[in-house]
């Protein structure tokens, strides 16, 4: 009965402790969100989240905030979904489908200023600068190339202007056929700059109106609407002779062997904003410390991105089947500092991506005006507005506060230093960093838009 007695008091201790280690479990757990709370130090009103993303590297920032667990350190529990298009991107975020998204830099801006689906839309963080290229068929190229100068080296000297691709238009028109190429949506910056690019060569990329919404007014050149992922195999079967894209899905042509990139956006304009992260206004008013946590996240993510020898973790990352599912070495092409034109000919470009570097993840008022002005010189905005207006727009959409307040905190909490904010007023100087030299100051929106030859005048 001893032995019985005895080994029944023997179980019944070992029990209690098991149970008072599972305490303790439970205990260091609830510590660890604590900490994790008093990390933040943001009452979070919404901690599930859904955002949205197109397949293309800009994205990166939304998947580094969640893989490296940015988003958890501010108690956010966030599922990044990929989306077919841009419109189901929009849509889906208006709808409130989405809580936010990975979006084109016009599309919010778009939203606001009355042009296509009509919404109250915030921007509180730029995703990227720069990750943009046009590229040409293998045929086109082998045209144009005669017209382009050559370096010592024998290989081509860059930026390429479009006043190269000029006599080959001139030739398909001789032939009556139209000169087609692609873009990812009507107010994308991949529109604006091929428009850009075109135009500086006296190529009419044609003009918007109510009634003409593919925007091919007087067009020299037919441009029209393809998904990213779409482009490179949109381009092998002839549809389409040209396109501008994000990567990787220029270096997806050379790769495959069916196309060759003749300019980056960074020679187009250096340092050129692209992809933004966007929330409806109503969420951000309803989840104002939600707003902020997940801008403090994705400025984290920026930032991660931009330290040296990180790059190669990201193009792992970025490669993963959930989020671009490219090739590793087709992602590396570009995201890791480098640029391939022609097969072979690799170039060093250390800033075709820029996630955090030049103040690349505040949402600058300059950057989202230059958008109101190409809307307004192709016509997608058909009425003149006054200066005032742009400005005035711009500081609906884009918000500067809410990454000033979620850089704040970084600082407190040691992620950042002071002296990574920017001290500014909302607007860049004025610049002339463009293929054309053209001077670009944002608070003087109708000179800018009466400076070009191609394009709406103001009164």
């Known amino acids: 009965m001893k032995k019985i007695s005895f080994k029944i008091i023997t179980v019944l201790t070992l ?10 479990k439970k205990k260091g757990a609830s510590e660890d969100v604590d900490s994790k709370e008093e990390a933040s130090a943001l009452t979070i009103e919404k901690p599930q989240l859904t955002f949205g993303f197109i397949k293309l590297t800009d994205m990166a920032p939304l998947a580094i905030a969640k893989e490296k667990g940015f988003f958890e350190d501010e108690g956010l529990f966030v599922s990044v979904e990929a989306q077919s298009n841009w419109k189901n991107v929009l849509d889906r975020v208006i709808d409130g489908q989405l809580d936010g998204s990975h979006m084109l830099a016009g599309q919010p801006i778009a939203a606001g200023a009355g042009f296509g689906r009509q919404a109250e839309l915030v921007t509180s963080f730029s995703m990227d600068l720069n990750g943009n290229g046009i590229t040409v068929s293998n045929d086109v190229w082998s045209k144009m190339k005669p017209n382009v100068p050559a370096g010592e080296d024998g290989k081509p000297i860059h930026p390429i202007s479009a006043k190269a691709l000029k006599p080959v238009i001139d030739s398909y028109k001789n032939d009556g056929k139209a000169f087609k190429m692609g873009m990812v949506f009507p107010v994308s910056t991949h529109n604006y700059e091929i428009r850009y690019w075109l135009a500086a060569a006296g190529i ?11 925007g091919q007014i007087d067009a020299d050149v037919l441009l029209s609407v393809t998904p990213p992922p779409q482009m490179p195999a949109t381009l092998e079967a002839g549809t389409i002779y040209g396109y501008c894209v994000g990567e990787p899905w220029n270096q997806q042509a050379v790769f495959k062997g069916i196309g060759v990139p003749v300019v980056t956006n960074y020679d187009i304009w250096k340092n050129n904003p692209e992809k933004v992260f966007v929330m409806t206004k109503k969420f951000v ?12 996240a994705l400025i984290r993510a920026g930032k ?13 990352i970025l490669s993963m089947p959930e989020y671009v599912g490219a090739d590793e070495v087709v992602l590396a092409n570009s995201m890791t500092g480098t640029f391939e034109f022609e097969k072979g000919d690799k170039r060093e470009m250390p800033d075709f991506n820029v996630f955090y570097r030049h103040d690349a993840t505040y949402p600058f008022y300059s950057d989202g005006i230059w958008f109101l002005t190409q809307m307004r010189r192709w016509g997608q905005i058909p009425e003149s507005k006054p200066a005032e207006w742009y400005a005035n727009t711009i500081k609906d959409i884009y918000r500067p506060d809410i990454w000033t307040k979620a850089a704040n905190l970084l600082v407190e909490e040691g992620h950042l230093a002071a002296s990574e904010l920017p001290t500014t007023d909302g607007y860049k100087p004025a610049t002339t960093d463009f293929i054309d ?23």
Do not use: H
């Open 437 to 459: 030299g053209n001077k670009y100051d944002a608070k003087d929106p109708i000179g800018y838009i009466n400076s070009f030859t191609i394009g709406n005048k103001e009164k």
């Open 285 to 296: 008013e309803q989840y104002p410390n939600t707003a902020v946590a997940v801008t403090k």
């Open 15 to 24: 029990m209690a402790m098991m149970s008072c280690g599972g305490e303790k």
């Open 204 to 214: 009419n990329p044609g003009m918007y109106s109510k009634e003409n919404i593919q």
């Open 304 to 316: 991660w991105l931009d330290t040296p020898g990180n790059r190669p973790e990201a193009v792992k």
